[in-house]
């Protein structure tokens, strides 16, 4: 999701390491649950083709214009070959388009909340007085990844959604809030946000779809150990952040900026590697008041 202003934090990618070494622990007891009971085994880590399908799966290509389209969606801009939507809409019908569909993996949707009361209360997050943890600048309870039930029990939920992305003819999967740790009050940490990643990339492969880092510049370092195909970066122009995903995703990046300057500098130093787009922050679509839609 855009970034509320003033609330960005830019860190350093200076634990992969660490976090490379968690994960390596931590790997035969986090295996993705398959709610549905298939008993597919999970895909190698950056599989290029799901056994349990059959599919390829096929990452964006670099540099391709793509167009960001959250708040609701419209016809492509010309030229436009890669689209993200939400996992709400339908995928573009243009055969020559990549569609990426949007999920909300670490955080509730703020009109999904009293479902996730109702019916799975246990796994929000909450502080030591039983209250729930909430992205204030999204009003969105964080989701309780702190522990290999929960995170077995979440991915079985989300990766749900993964199969529905998959069964509605989407190419890819967004995961956002990958550093939703960061707004836990230190409840949650890195390496917990690593091994959720490793179930969600393992039932995207699965259902033949490749998945995408979503921002958390600081964990590009262990995309091979979490097993995301490119990436999806929020301003990383204007926090000096696009080098790290350049570098680790061989410049698969969708880059999207909020502010015009911004987009100036991405397409200055970037614009003839990465896919860089110009979006308002509350990304409407296309004839609304308030859209704005640019690239390079």
Request: proline content about 5%; charged content about 30%.
């Amino acid at each position: 999701m855009p970034f509320a202003p003033a609330a960005r934090l830019s860190v350093a990618p200076l634990l992969a390491l660490a976090l490379a070494l968690t994960l390596s622990g931590c790997a035969a007891s986090d295996t993705a649950d398959d709610s549905q009971g298939s008993g597919a085994s999970a895909a190698p880590k950056g599989s290029e083709s799901s056994a349990a399908t059959g599919h390829a799966v096929r990452r964006p290509r670099a540099n391709d214009p793509f167009d960001y389209q959250l708040g609701g969606a419209y016809d492509p801009p010309d030229g436009v070959r890669t689209v993200i939507r939400d996992r709400t809409a339908a995928p573009d019908p243009d055969p020559g388009i990549y569609n990426i569909c949007y999920i909300n993996a670490y955080q509730t949707q703020p009109d999904a909340v009293a479902w996730w009361r109702k019916n799975h209360p246990d796994l929000l997050l909450r502080d030591a007085d039983g209250a729930t943890v909430i992205d204030e600048d999204w009003d969105e309870p964080l989701l309780d990844i702190s522990t290999d039930d929960r995170r077995d029990r979440l991915a079985g939920i989300v990766g749900g959604w993964i199969d529905g992305c998959a069964d509605r003819g989407f190419d890819a999967v967004e995961a956002d809030n990958l550093d939703s740790y960061l707004r836990s009050d230190g409840l949650l940490d890195r390496g917990e946000a690593a091994a959720f990643a490793g179930l969600l990339a393992d039932r995207a492969h699965r259902a033949g779809l490749a998945i995408g880092q979503k921002n958390a510049a600081e964990m590009t370092g262990v995309r091979d150990e979490i097993g995301f195909d490119f990436a999806v970066a929020e301003e990383c122009a204007r926090y000096e952040e696009c080098d790290a995903y350049a570098d680790a995703y061989d410049d698969k990046v969708l880059v999207i900026e909020y502010r015009r300057a911004d987009l100036t500098v991405a397409c200055r130093e970037w614009g003839d590697r990465l896919s860089v787009v110009l979006r308002d922050r509350d990304v409407v679509p296309a004839g609304e008041p308030g859209h704005v839609n640019a690239r390079c």
